[in-house]
């Protein structure tokens, strides 16, 4: 298998495959999309079923391996390979990203919680006015679909530091406009490409991909990326998320 995307797409599901004794994980990944993938390999396009599920032994040790490598960083990728348009994707309904939440900006902003020393008025200029990196990398969901964005913003580790964050702290919780929440481990949220993301191919952040702020996580499964983010908080314990609570591994890590 020569593409290395394919080495992260179909690990990523295999590890699931293997490790899910979730009989509601199962049901719903494969209803969602996921033998598609395996036997149809819609994501990866020119790559049959036959070829990956030889190569998956020797991806799943390697995934593995990345696991316990919090520092490991993701593909980036160059302009010419950005996806355009960019899917949309949400809990609620993917056919109609209109739903997407309408926020308000009067009055908005991003709430910092828990173990937290300054938790300032996080207005969206202050946010525009922190020092930003962009990535280019690829976004994966468990549903069967992968694309490349381009994601400028905030890296997470120096908001938590501008914040006085307790870095020991075990978890970071996002909490979304849309009721949306997810949690990830503190070396993820210190992970040089976790980013508070702002903008999106050189755009403010639509509505569909996450107004005003989203989190994007690369080394993370795509529902790790909580879009429309309210709300940070910082804390020990655990706090689990939506697809969490559906059985989805709390980690996903690619
Ligand atoms: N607030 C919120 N964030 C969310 C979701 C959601 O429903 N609500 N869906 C997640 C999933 S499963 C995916 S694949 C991505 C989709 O992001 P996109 O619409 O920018 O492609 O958002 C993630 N973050
Ligand atoms: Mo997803």
Redesign the pocket.
Known sequence: MADPDSAYILAAVARRLDLSTRRLFLRQALGLGTLGLLSGCKVVDGLGAEQALSGMNDFNDRVQAWLFDPMRRAREYPESAITRP???????S?NT?DL??EIDLAGWVLNVTGRVERKADWTLPRLYDLPRFTQITR?????G?S?I?KWTGVRLSYFLQRVGADMRARYVT?R???????SIDMATALHPQTQLCLW?DDQILSR???FPV??RVPTK?????????GEIEVGNDYTGG??ETYGYNWHSGL
């Open positions: 960019f899917p949309f994707n949400s809990f609620y993917p990203p997407a939440p976004h994966i969901c468990i549903e679909w694309a964005g996002f979304c406009d849309d009721e949306y929440v997810t999106m569909r991909h996450g989203k989190l499964l795509g529902f790790k990326n909580a879009k429309h983010v939506y697809w």
